[in-house]
């Protein structure tokens, strides 16, 4: 039972073992291709893609590495393929911008209205919204509810002093 | 007549006015609306009539009818059928009858609503905190829909669990929070005459997660199967797939029968990898660490194979509502051919050595002994009910995914120890491999994913079931609206099995605790996965040292 098989253990990370094709790394953005729609961070099971807009003309898509789970649902869902998952594994780091991805697209504004999706409530990114998918202080990185189109200070403030509640309905 | 029928009219004749509205959306379940004050009488019913009891589930409607509602869940295995029994009591009121002095598995559920939603049960022989820490501030119950899912309280002061009293004349051994033989944080208080166990009081429920809280606030349905893989980490696959049929369900999402053949696979392949994981964790416990050694190592096949399959080693996140990610492709399934052939030939190596190795048998031979009438009683799962000669699987008695079309046997063994429970986990690798060459020969083709557009008609219930590698999962989702459950409810096997234990240990050696613990193959944090806000481990800790320091204290005195 022993003897046959012999040694088994490899040598890592002495000699690299690279994983499958197959294998679901950290994803990747390709700017060009990203049109800033929200789907992966609409899908994002461990909500570590952010969205926000930093004004009417500029979206910021942040990823943040360190509460990824791999699963790699934000390539699946991508219309675009802008997200390719890549086979690396080796992500200890002790900085936490090392696995961060940061994706700032220019934002074409409705040349109708300004910014159609102000005017319903229906569409998906304001459903986005209201379920908590964006982030207003990438710092933080805590997840707050609430957004504004253009840049509010108020709001900025208000959510970078954001903690937790500590009593009912706080 | 069909089963849920027959068992409704039957509820029906004998109860009358007690049972309010009887619901069948499938064959296989059976959902009895009934008033509160006969839960008594209609659940030893269905004991009486051969239900197997599987779990409570608790839940807030307070925003809609001012109630909280209580649901507890039955299996009949030879009908296909489960029955849930549903009923409501007022918000200010919650008073229900106790089931548990007749249906002791219930007592578990019963405690947890204690806790979480505030419910009070009558009759309970053990009332006391089960889930939240022990500093948890009184009259906060984290599960009710008021309470955000991120609250974090003022801890309370001067608490600590009050353990069981010991037997007169015993002394009592602490295990854990954190012990060798445990691989996760739970404690137990072994009370021991000499070297004889005379008792045993289990404090755990100290990886609480939130899980259930989370899904239930934040996210949608369908990011779900993701976390619920997150439950457990060996059988990650059965608890998403469990929680994807209990929605599909909910929804009449018919998935395609290739995605069925998928996950199939996937549970074979995943029941491969966790059996022989316990072989060599049960032969690391016991000190024969040869086969720890061996074990992994085919194991690791398995491994290597799945990361090629799905991109991940673990959590293969394969499975949500709809169907599966990724498709098998010719290269995947001629690889796990190959795979499955070495792993069977080894297997037979290591079975021999097993079977052939005497102090293997001095060690697990009589040992964690209780009778099929008390394992039947105590409604365990998996291979420790089929080590103990009760006939139950679920991919037999409750078909999913694809195993209504696969022939394999379902071991039991009657000897009633640890040694079955190795046998039947030997068997069951085997059988694995079976189903898989089968599933393989048997896929029809066809697309993996099937559209799940997300609106789902609000407050549905629907129940799942799902052999895992330990033991039986069940899942019960509420549908609830803004695109995400009401209410979702996870038991793992670890639950009722882990209520059990206590038995198994009464009179046995101490030197057996390890082995006769890890004969079930506890997973606590399968078990602790409920909706407490935050991870309180480290404060849980704590008090556990207290308690060791006072027992120690009590020790000192008692020798002076």
């Given at each position: 039972m022993v003897?046959?098989?012999?040694?088994?253990?490899?040598?890592?990370?002495f000699e690299p073992h690279p994983a499958p094709e197959t294998f679901r790394g950290a994803p990747h953005w390709d700017h060009h291709k990203c049109v800033g729609c929200g789907a992966c961070s609409n899908h994002c099971s461990s909500r570590c893609i952010l969205v926000r807009d930093m004004c009417q003309e500029l979206r910021v898509m942040l990823y943040d590495g360190s509460r990824c789970?791999?699963?790699?649902?934000?390539?699946?869902?991508?219309?675009?393929?802008?997200?390719?998952?890549?086979?690396?594994?080796?992500?200890?780091t002790g900085d936490k911008n090392d696995i961060t991805e940061r994706v700032e697209l220019f934002m074409l504004t409705c040349q109708r209205c300004g910014r159609c999706y102000d005017m319903e409530h229906t569409n998906a990114i304001d459903r986005l919204d209201l379920r908590g998918y964006r982030y207003d202080n990438l710092e933080a990185r805590a997840l707050i509810r609430k957004t504004s189109d253009q840049f509010d200070q108020k709001l900025f403030d208000e959510t970078d002093k954001f903690a937790r509640p500590t009593k009912i309905g706080e | 007549m069909k089963a849920a029928e027959n068992i409704s009219k039957k509820l029906k004749d004998r109860f009358g006015a007690s049972v309010v509205k009887t619901e069948?959306?499938?064959?296989?379940?059976?959902?009895?609306?009934?008033?509160?004050?006969?839960?008594?009488?209609?659940?030893?019913?269905?004991?009486?009539?051969?239900?197997?009891?599987?779990?409570?589930?608790?839940?807030?409607?307070?925003?809609?009818?001012?109630?909280?509602?209580?649901?507890?869940?039955?299996?009949?295995?030879?009908?296909?059928?489960?029955?849930c029994i549903k009923m409501a009591a007022p918000a200010d009121s919650p008073v229900f009858d106790s089931i548990t002095p007749d249906i002791p598995n219930a007592g578990w559920s019963e405690r947890e609503y204690m806790d979480l939603l505030g419910m009070k049960f009558t009759g309970h022989p053990k009332p006391k905190r089960l889930i939240l820490a022990d500093d948890w501030p009184e009259g906060i119950y984290p599960l009710r829909k008021e309470v955000p899912h991120n609250l974090m309280p003022p801890a309370a002061e001067d608490v600590a669990y009050q353990?069981?009293?010991?037997?007169?004349?015993?002394?009592?051994?602490?295990?854990?929070?954190?012990?060798?033989?445990?691989h996760e944080p739970a404690?137990?208080?072994?009370?021991?005459?000499?070297?004889?166990?005379?008792?045993?009081?289990?404090?755990?429920?100290?990886?609480?997660?939130?899980?259930?809280?989370?899904?239930?606030?934040?996210v949608s349905y369908n990011e779900v199967p993701f976390i619920a893989e997150r439950i457990c980490g060996i059988c990650g696959s059965v608890h998403a797939t469990s929680y994807s049929q209990a929605v599909e369900l909910a929804a009449g999402l018919k998935i395609s029968r290739r995605a069925e053949f998928i996950r199939t696979i996937m549970l074979e392949i995943e029941r491969l990898h966790s059996h022989l994981l316990w072989l060599g964790v049960a032969g690391h416990l016991i000190g024969f660490d040869t086969v720890f050694m061996q074990a992994w190592r085919i194991r690791e096949r398995i491994m290597w194979l799945a990361e090629r399959i799905t991109g991940n080693r673990k959590t293969y996140g394969m499975i949500v509502i709809g169907g599966v990610r990724r498709d098998l492709t010719p290269e995947n399934i001629q690889e796990l051919l190959d795979v499955l052939k070495k792993v069977e030939e080894e297997m037979l190596v290591v079975q021999k050595a097993i079977i052939g190795d005497t102090a293997i048998h001095k060690r697990t031979r009589g040992v964690g002994c209780i009778t099929k009438e008390e394992a039947v009683?105590?409604?365990?799962?998996?291979?420790?009910?089929?080590?103990?000669?009760?006939?139950?699987?679920?991919?037999?008695?409750?078909?999913y995914a694809a195993y209504d079309e696969m022939k394999f046997d379902v071991p039991v063994f009657d000897s009633c120890d640890v040694w079955a429970?190795?046998?039947?986990?030997?068997?069951?690798?085997?059988?694995?491999?079976?189903?898989?060459?089968?599933?393989?020969?048997?896929m029809p083709a066809g697309p993996v994913m099937t559209e799940f557009d997300e609106a789902v008609k609000p407050l549905v219930h629907s129940i799942s079931a799902v052999e895992a590698p330990r033991g039986e999962v069940v899942h019960y989702v509420i549908t609830g609206e803004d695109n995400r459950a009401d209410r979702w409810r996870v038991r793992a096997p670890t639950y009722p099995n882990l209520q059990g234990v206590p038995m198994m240990l009464l009179n046995d050696q101490f030197a057996d605790f390890p082995i006769i613990l890890g004969s079930i193959d506890p997973c606590f944090s399968c078990t602790d996965r409920v909706e407490v806000v935050d991870v309180r481990s480290g404060r849980v800790s704590v008090v556990g040292r207290n308690e060791l320091e006072e027992l120690s204290r009590k020790k000192n005195t008692g020798v002076n």
């Open positions: 003897l046959k098989p012999g040694v088994v253990t490899l040598k890592y990370p789970t791999y699963c790699g649902r934000c390539a699946d869902v991508c219309p675009e393929k802008a997200i390719t998952i890549s086979t690396g594994f080796e992500y200890a | 069948s959306p499938y064959d296989s379940r059976l959902f009895v609306e009934i008033k509160k004050e006969a839960v008594k009488e209609i659940s030893n019913e269905l004991i009486a009539l051969g239900a197997r009891y599987l779990v409570g589930v608790g839940y807030d409607s307070i925003k809609r009818d001012g109630n909280l509602g209580m649901v507890h869940t039955f299996s009949f295995d030879r009908d296909d059928l489960f029955v353990l069981d009293e010991a037997p007169e004349g015993t002394t009592t051994v602490p295990i854990g929070p954190f012990h060798t033989c445990l404690h137990f208080a072994v009370y021991v005459d000499g070297e004889t166990i005379k008792g045993c009081d289990y404090r755990g429920f100290m990886t609480h997660r939130g899980i259930e809280k989370l899904c239930t606030t934040e009683k105590w409604s365990l799962v998996g291979p420790v009910a089929r080590a103990r000669g009760v006939d139950i699987d679920t991919r037999r008695d409750h078909p429970t190795v046998l039947v986990r030997i068997v069951e690798t085997f059988e694995a491999i079976k189903i898989i060459r089968q599933a393989v020969d048997k």
